[in-house]
């Protein structure tokens, strides 16, 4: 019929993660036999005490009918009690935590509480692509803040353009950083809010991989002195119990800044199913059986493979945090070469950097959703790879 799709449509790329799945079930159909180190979604299943007491919820008819609004008070009690035993915070059950679908469409959806038309966000690149998104469907304008190697991959505030951030309203972050692997120390979180008072801005902090730390712990950034009212802060199920599939998630923070994002969700979706935040409270309460071997799991497979990357002589650092390899370039190629080579010459699925905004040319992201013993043979098939 050759509808145009919408000007806001438009300004988008195709879905990242959609496009490479297609390269990767292609070379599959053509028999290869593909390591899969692309999209960030666990390979080990969800722990079988989850999914007990989902099935256990979904017997229940009481789980059957529309969760609306904010949820089950359970879920948000259950919410409540970890964070202030994981962050030392204590966040109001009714009025600072909103449970959401994953992490990605709250992500999504939260400018249209806050951005007019015409405003701006500042966001990081290279950077999970929803932020870019999710402004430009509120009809805002993105104005990149860089992560360099330089800065440790932090953006450099100092060198915002004033002139942008006084046409901002909103500011994202994501620590632990996806694709780069950085932890927040607290001084850039302190910078960061010091940073959001002066213009007047709402922290956007993206926090899925908070509980996959190698060194240290993750800091929300609700710790921080000055950030509770400006700041909201969105944690998923999906990397921390192996929950990808089953989207959920919650944002925490300041209870202006959920109020509007549960007017958004509101108008736009019916809740999560109740067996669903049922289940995810009982992740809640096994958190300190079940998060730890994990992420002894993924320490091992980053040694494993970045330890390989280093002996061939690539230039890796590994991930303090996430499981996320942030691997620079070989010389004369760019991100989509690369990512073409390893995908055509050894059947290595990655994500070209430049995926990520233009800031992240010049690199590639590996994730260790794979066994160790498949990261090693990619690590051999990269070998006989001539650069
Ligand atoms: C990633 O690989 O960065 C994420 O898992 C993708 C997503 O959540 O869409």
């Not at 259950?78 to 202030?84: G, H, K, L, R």
């Not at 942008?164 to 950085?182: E, W």
């Not at 509101?266 to 409270?281: E, P």
């Amino acid at each position: 019929m050759g509808f145009e799709v919408s000007r806001r449509l438009s300004q988008l790329p195709p879905y990242l993660f959609a496009e490479i799945d297609k390269k990767k079930k292609a070379a599959m159909a053509a028999g290869k036999d593909v390591i899969n180190l692309g999209i960030g979604d666990p390979d080990t299943p969800t722990p079988g005490v989850i999914i007990e007491a989902l099935a256990e919820a979904a017997r229940d008819p009481a789980t059957h009918q529309y969760a609306l609004d904010n949820g089950d008070p359970a879920f948000r009690s259950a919410i409540s009690e970890w964070f202030a035993r994981r962050y030392g915070v204590k966040l109001d059950h009714e009025s600072e935590i909103y449970p959401t679908i994953g992490s990605k469409e709250a992500i999504a959806h939260f400018p249209l509480a806050f951005l007019d038309p015409g405003q701006g966000a500042l966001i990081p690149e290279p950077g999970y692509p929803p932020y870019r998104g999710g402004v430009v469907f509120a009809g805002g304008i993105p104005f990149p803040m860089d992560l360099k190697k330089q800065n440790g991959f932090f953006p450099d505030l100092d060198a915002v353009d004033t002139r942008l951030a006084a046409m901002s309203r909103l500011i994202y972050v994501n620590y632990p950083n996806s694709p780069t692997g950085v932890l927040a120390t607290r001084e850039f979180f302190q910078k960061l809010v010091a940073f959001a008072q002066k213009h007047d801005l709402i922290i956007v902090q993206d926090a899925a991989y908070a509980e996959m730390a190698y060194e240290g712990r993750a800091l929300s950034i609700l710790e921080i002195e000055g950030a509770r009212e400006r700041a909201i802060e969105f944690h998923s199920f999906s990397k921390t119990f192996n929950m990808t599939g089953w989207r959920v998630g919650f944002a925490a923070g300041g209870s202006e800044l959920i109020a509007g994002l549960g007017r958004v969700k509101t108008n736009v979706d019916s809740g999560i199913f109740t067996a669903i935040q049922r289940a995810a409270a009982v992740a809640l309460k096994h958190y300190d059986a079940l998060v730890p071997p994990l992420v002894e799991m993924y320490r091992r497979r980053r040694d494993t493979f970045c330890g390989g990357l280093s002996r061939m002589g690539w230039d890796v650092v590994p991930p303090q945090s996430t499981f996320y390899v942030w691997i620079p370039a070989p010389k004369g190629f760019t991100s989509v070469e690369v990512t073409l080579k390893l995908l055509e010459e050894a059947s290595i699925v990655t994500t070209p950097g430049s995926g990520f905004g233009l800031a992240g040319e010049g690199y590639i992201r590996a994730t260790l959703t794979a066994p160790e013993d498949r990261l090693a043979l990619a690590v051999e098939r990269m070998k006989s790879l001539k650069w």
